[in-house]
């Protein structure tokens, strides 16, 4: 996700920003198995500090102040269902910094965590294995913290572009690029991936180079479902790949990917072979709508239905039930941001500009969710569940909603 060694250029933190929604569905599938969910759900004390006034404006406020829902500008985490992470941007005279925020009553309220990370600058998503253990990543590398954000290590560097950090519990997967030419939009961008075995302060190449590669201006999603077995997805300007590998990355087989002309992707990763792909595809001169495709696989992604697409979108990659126009019912309204499922049946999409669309009948009807209305505002919106019952969705720069029953969702903090 970060480019180690690089300053961003222009409009490269809106992409970052859309690769951060992209890459809380790798967290969601890591969490669905059993041995995840008992560590995620372990019970640790933790006192939160005694909460102090928003900083000044122009200043950069101290440990335990208190933040605004409308500030955190990643996806929150919740390693129990009290406890909850999130990046909180703040801008000063000096630019804009980002620090970890924590929540200890499920995301109703949100202080600063502790220290500031390793560099200055380029935080864009977290991942946390427990309440104490966890990952900030972005344009600046890899930060590591055991005390839930009260100090900061480096990680260690890849030798590359950062692109996505997936822990189950201490074992540690990461997705990189190494482009051959210069930063433009047709660069081409082997996908690399490391393991860690020490929580990412050092890394060892899987024994083989994925077969994806991905332009300068595209990223690459990591969906991990045990520990030795994991798909990758490239996409962005110039097209995509889809790859798997069932040995820790010494070996990998491509698949077809249906969504490889698409700008837009994001990929969930069931048990029993189960996988759900969404497709966004180029936005309205206005960027009120965009393209949108929903397919899922029964088969390890070897093959591909069509579940609901909004029509007027690029083609599709050859799918089990071929057809063109609109399929199942699908707003074209809002522009794609993230994918979180929780069973064959059930899923949830992000849609800035809309909110968050739920499908209960395996992805051929979405509606938007109770207690969430319309939305026309452009800013992006993810969704994450940490079981069956409990989900949360942000809207950055509005506020979080959170569901306990996955059906009914209620603004906890925001405006």
Known sequence: MGRFGRARGPGEGRRFREAALLTAVAFVVAAGSASVVAELRSHQSVQLSRALPP??????????AYVPAYDLSSDPVFPTLSVGYAIESHTTSAGTSEHLARSLDGGRRWYLAGASFPFAGGYSQVQFFSVE????FGPAGLAVTENGGKSWQ?????????????PIGRDVWATYAVC?????????????LAISTNEGLS???????SPLTEAMGGGDILARYSLDEAFAVSYGPTGGGLAVTYDSGRRWTSLPDPCAAWQRVDLAV?????AWMICGGQPTLSGAASPKAVLRSFDYGRRWTLEASTGFGPALAPVTNPATGVVGRLPFEGQLSQLATISPVRAWIGVSGLGVLVSTDSGRAWSLV????????????????DDARHGWAIEFNEGVWR???AVHWSLIDGR
């Not at 480096?154 to 997936?166: C, Q």
């Not at 890394?203 to 180079?209: E, L, V």
Request: net charge negative; hydrophobic share 25%; glycine share 24%.
């Open 154 to 166: 480096p990680g260690g560097d890849l030798g590359g572009t950062l692109e996505r950090v997936v």
């Open 203 to 209: 890394w060892k190449t899987a024994g083989r180079t």
């Open 370 to 385: 109770e207690g969430m209305g319309p939305d026309g505002r452009q800013s992006g919106v993810g969704v994450t569940f």
């Open 270 to 274: 069931l048990n029993h072979g189960q």
């Open 180 to 192: 051959h030419g210069p930063p433009e939009a047709t660069t081409p961008c082997q996908v690399h």
């Open 403 to 405: 569901t306990t029953d």
């Open 133 to 136: 253990d966890g990952y900030a």
């Open 55 to 64: 900083g000044e404006p122009g200043e950069i406020p101290g440990a335990g």
